[in-house]
């Protein structure tokens, strides 16, 4: 789904983060808009729609802002791109910002899943065929972080949780793993390699502990 508001400042369209994972720095991707997908307001976004738009201001020139608020700046875009499928964008919320700082626990809860591109509309043309409205070019200028998603396609793919402590990523190592607690220790003071040199080597099973390991590290961060 997609929705659409027109008026004096421009337009709005919204997309959903989804569910992923906020890097421990508070940065996230995903798609800011999907191009080829009909939305409620019968507009589809075109391939090369926000090129001119880019290469004029940046990824640096595009706000990222909450609920579309221009007083509520929450971070930077440090990447904005098209590729085939859509807007990509990359960006970081600022940690020294308390709306930042809400808006990466939200995002952490899956409390907030949306994306909205603020921008104004240069060129389009109506295809009465399919009956819709195609934007062959777009003036952008902000992105938020939004509530409520309209185009469940497009979604972030990245909001890593923080790094765990060493506490915690003992305990992993031993329940989850099955590494005795010298094992994890070993793990944790000289590293994976230091272990598996020793005992997959001796083994001649090098999959063995790094599955294990690789597995409890994807359990590690789906419960983070």
């Known amino acids: 789904m997609n929705a659409d508001f027109r008026s004096g400042m421009g337009e709005r369209k919204f997309v959903e983060l989804g569910g992923a994972d906020v890097e421990a720095d508070g940065t996230f991707s995903g798609y800011a808009s999907l191009f080829g997908k009909v939305d409620l307001a019968k507009d589809v976004v075109e391939r090369g729609a926000f ?3 880019l290469r004029q201001r940046g990824a640096a020139g595009v706000r990222m802002l909450f609920q579309h608020d221009p007083d509520q700046p929450i971070g930077t875009w440090t990447e904005i791109r098209e590729d085939a499928r859509g807007l990509f964008v990359r960006g970081r919320l600022a940690g020294d910002v308390a709306r930042a700082r809400e808006v990466l626990a939200l ?3 899956k409390a907030l899943d949306g994306l909205s591109i603020g921008f104004r509309t240069v060129r389009a043309r109506a295809d009465r065929t ?3 409205r195609r934007i062959l070019e777009a003036d952008l200028w902000e992105i938020s972080v939004v509530t409520f998603p309209m185009l469940p396609e497009a979604r972030v793919a990245q909001v890593k949780g923080r790094l765990p402590t060493v506490r915690e990523f003992e305990r992993w190592l031993t329940r989850d ?3 005795t607690r010298s094992d994890a220790r070993t793990v944790i003071a000289r590293g994976f ?9 001796a083994s001649k099973n090098a999959g063995g502990l790094a599955g294990t390991i690789r597995a409890a590290t994807r359990l590690m961060r789906k419960e983070i």
């Open 51 to 53: 090129a001119a738009s």
């Open 107 to 109: 995002l952490r809860g």
């Open 130 to 132: 399919a009956g819709v």
């Open 177 to 179: 793993a099955g590494l």
């Open 193 to 201: 390699a230091h272990l598996t040199r020793g005992r997959d080597a």
